[in-house]
């Protein structure tokens, strides 16, 4: 990024967060920057833009602060439930993430992240770490031998997916959907009874 593109970056994130994005405009963003708001379209075509490149990037860091403070120690039940009741946790306190619940933005962040790959971004950060993690996990006995090992991270992949079809499932019932099922996979992968 250049300086201009930065700082236009770093104000707006600060207003996103401590405004919400329906409460800031380009105007304020261009101001707390420095810049003209002209100078702002250079680099942005729009607000939403700008905010789904913060929205991206909160993200991101979200996911590496979570992995991080996770026990790596933890059961796998344990490990994953935490590691999921502290995203929605997380996500519901930040004003940036929460939008991820605003059904009318919800759309554009949606094809936004998916566009720029915000999957792998997330995938790339935990791969490495997870795969060791579930082989770990079976070596002690805590999760079953009968599934492969790229199969078990696909279906850990998967649980992402649950959240995007919140408004499908029933935005009454989400987060505790997201958490049940969640914990039902788990409970599923380490029944170790199953192992062959």
Request: hydrophobic residues 35%; negative net charge.
């Amino acid at each position: 990024m250049t300086d201009k593109k930065s700082d236009i970056f770093n104000a707006g994130r600060e207003l996103f967060f401590s405004k919400g994005f329906k409460d800031t405009n380009v105007s304020e963003i261009a101001k707390l920057a420095g810049i003209g708001v002209g100078t702002f379209y250079n680099y942005y075509s729009s607000k939403e833009e700008l905010f789904l490149e913060v929205f991206l990037k909160e993200n991101e860091d979200l996911k590496k602060r979570l992995y991080e403070s996770v026990d790596l120690n933890d059961d796998p039940v344990t490990f994953v439930t935490k590691f999921l009741t502290k995203n929605i946790t997380e996500m519901n306190s930040n004003l940036i993430l929460k939008e991820w619940y605003n059904r009318e933005l919800f759309s554009k962040l949606e094809q936004y992240f998916y566009e720029q790959d915000g999957m792998s971004s997330i995938d790339e950060l935990m791969k490495s770490g997870r795969l060791e993690l579930v082989r770990q996990w079976k070596a002690e006995g805590k999760m079953r031998n009968d599934i492969d090992d790229e199969m078990i991270c696909a279906i850990f992949d998967s649980i992402p997916y649950i959240d995007i079809h919140k408004y499908d499932i029933g935005i009454q019932y989400y987060p505790q959907i997201m958490y049940y099922i969640t914990e039902f996979i788990m409970k599923g992968l380490t029944d170790c009874q199953k192992k062959v």
